[in-house]
């Protein structure tokens, strides 16, 4: 195997979802790698449907929390949240796929430079569109929970490579 090989399967296995932070600032150098990482994910047709709000404001999160209070209940304020946005004047068939991919990349490049992360879904598109004073043509599609983690994770299970397979032809 290549090294840069064991290196990408490292940080597929050892990355988490951290639901948990302490209290420590993200510096801005690393938010702009995370959005550089978002900005390599692949789109098709390069449509690049996305777009991002950072959210560092203290009395916005806890804004947030009060609409949230299911999915953020368990997330301490701060550090950082990240929305990724669907810009609707970009869209294609596939862009939740494309905003995956982004998410795929922020998730990863967190993990790589010392940081936690964690999607978060399920939430009232509009209510967060017009807290967050949105433009008519941003959608938002996911939270992202962004900080220091406050503790390690451990590694859930995964099902073997031969119960993924349906078959071969």
């Known amino acids: 195997m290549s090294v840069d090989y064991d290196a990408v399967m490292r940080a597929i ?73 669907i810009n609707k004047k970009r869209e294609t068939v596939w862009t939740r796929y494309d905003i995956g991919c982004a998410l795929q990349n922020i998730l990863l490049c967190a993990h790589c430079t010392g940081l936690g992360a964690c999607a978060i879904g399920g939430f009232d598109e509009s209510m967060i569109g017009r807290l967050l004073d949105l433009p008519e043509h941003l959608e938002p599609s996911l939270f992202i929970t962004v900080g220091y983690p406050e503790r390690d994770v451990p590694a859930p299970s995964r099902r073997a490579i031969d119960e993924l397979v349906a078959r071969e032809v």
């Open 13 to 85: 296995k050892n990355r988490r979802s951290i639901r948990r932070f302490n209290q420590a600032t993200v510096e801005r150098e690393k938010i702009e790698m995370l959005l550089e990482a978002a900005r390599w994910a692949p789109s098709a047709g390069n449509a690049q449907p996305w777009e991002f709000v950072i959210i560092t404001d203290g009395d916005t999160i806890q804004r947030l929390k009060t609409v949230m209070t299911g999915i953020m209940g368990n997330i301490k304020e701060g550090p950082v949240l990240l929305l990724i946005c």
